[in-house]
């Protein structure tokens, strides 16, 4: 299935709310959301989720902006299980801190699998293509986008599948 395209942005133009917490399950069934907005650049975090602790799965998002000041993704930080996600012809980024594709902090429980980044990501400090810190697991992800941290002082990194990871890429 395919979602339409809205014709307006709502929340006083600043798009989606993110949610707060999310422990269910989403299954996309394998539909696509298009022209998914969330346009937080003068608040701290622009994300879908802020914390996941469950199952995302089988869902493309396209032609969408995600923007954060100091933190901007789809999950800004992860504790359950993103599967089979991909993020095609949109932008994400933070003003004055970091982005990536689907999450910025993949927690010590957090799974990142089977996920695909055909977008452009954009930070001032460290961007990654998939997550931007890794702490878990992340398997079978690929990224064909743009991973742009654009800074002038040295600490500024970007990473095609991962900025910062501490743990396991297989």
């Known amino acids: 299935a395919e979602y339409a395209k809205p014709s307006i942005y709502n929340n006083a133009g600043l798009g989606f ?29 622009g994300a879908l989720i802020i914390q996941n602790n469950g199952n995302i799965k089988d869902l493309t998002i396209a032609e969408s902006r995600i923007e954060g000041l100091s933190k901007a993704a789809l999950i800004i930080s992860n504790k359950g299980k993103i599967e089979n996600i991909t993020l095609r012809g949109s932008r994400i980024g933070a003003k004055n801190g970091i982005s990536a594709a689907f999450v910025c902090t993949n927690e010590e429980r957090g799974q990142i699998l089977k996920c695909v980044n055909l977008s452009d990501i954009f930070a001032s400090d460290l961007a990654g293509g998939i997550c931007v810190y890794n702490y878990n697991y992340i398997a079978d992800c690929t990224n064909n986008g743009g991973v742009i941290a654009n800074c002038t002082e040295s600490s500024a990194v970007a990473g095609g599948i991962c900025a910062s990871n501490h743990s396991t890429i297989a």
């Open 17 to 45: 709310t993110p949610i707060n917490s999310f422990n269910g399950v989403l299954d996309g069934n394998s539909s696509t959301i298009y022209a998914l907005n969330i346009l937080y650049s003068s608040k701290d975090d």
